[in-house]
């Protein structure tokens, strides 16, 4: 039973409806995404019903660079959709940069998550 969820790229297509699911099931969400809610129109589309939910917390954080130790602490399960989408964009013109922030987001977000009893 997941009481308190972590969900990264919760601004993007697939974290948004995710996030709107969960809360639908009354599960509290920290959405966590480099797109400020309030800066960022896409941001604002995506998480528009989250935003009026009393269970939802975001973060505007970027996982390769920003410490999460405060943002998982008491989540008991992370969904990790925090990512640059899209094969031939991501292997192709941004392959130079992809894969490093790509890593760095995947460290930063599980390192913490053992230590604190969390479910990946
Ligand atoms: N959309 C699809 O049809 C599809 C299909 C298969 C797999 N996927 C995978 O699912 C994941 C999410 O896809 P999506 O379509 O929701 O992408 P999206 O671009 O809509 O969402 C990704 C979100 O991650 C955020 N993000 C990226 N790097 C970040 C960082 N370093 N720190 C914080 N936030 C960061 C972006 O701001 C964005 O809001 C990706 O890994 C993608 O490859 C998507």
Same mark, same amino acid.
């Given at each position: 039973?997941?009481?308190?969820?972590?969900?990264?790229?919760?601004?993007? *297509?697939? &974290?948004?409806?995710?996030?709107?699911?969960?809360?639908? +099931? &009354?599960?509290?969400?920290?959405?966590?995404?480099? %797109?400020?809610?309030?800066?960022?129109?896409?941001?604002?589309?995506?998480?528009?019903?989250?935003?009026?939910?009393?269970? *939802?917390? #975001?973060?505007?954080?970027?996982?390769?660079?920003?410490?999460?130790?405060?943002?998982?602490?008491?989540?008991? @399960?992370? *969904?990790?959709?925090?990512? +640059? #989408?899209?094969? +031939?964009?991501?292997?192709?013109?941004? *392959?130079?940069? @992809?894969? %490093?922030?790509?890593?760095?987001?995947?460290?930063?977000?599980? %390192?913490?998550? #053992?230590?604190?009893?969390?479910?990946?």
């Amino acid at each position: 039973m997941m009481s308190r969820v972590l969900v990264t790229g919760a601004a993007g *297509f697939i &974290g948004s409806h995710l996030v709107d699911a969960l809360l639908g +099931r &009354g599960v509290r969400v920290v959405g966590l995404d480099r %797109r400020r809610v309030g800066e960022h129109a896409l941001a604002d589309e995506n998480l528009a019903q989250a935003v009026v939910s009393p269970l *939802f917390t #975001p973060y505007c954080l970027d996982l390769a660079v920003d410490q999460l130790d405060d943002v998982v602490a008491g989540c008991d @399960t992370v *969904f990790h959709l925090a990512a +640059r #989408p899209g094969v +031939r964009p991501s292997w192709s013109r941004e *392959f130079s940069t @992809t894969p %490093r922030p790509t890593c760095s987001a995947h460290t930063g977000c599980w %390192r913490p998550a #053992p230590a604190r009893g969390c479910a990946g």
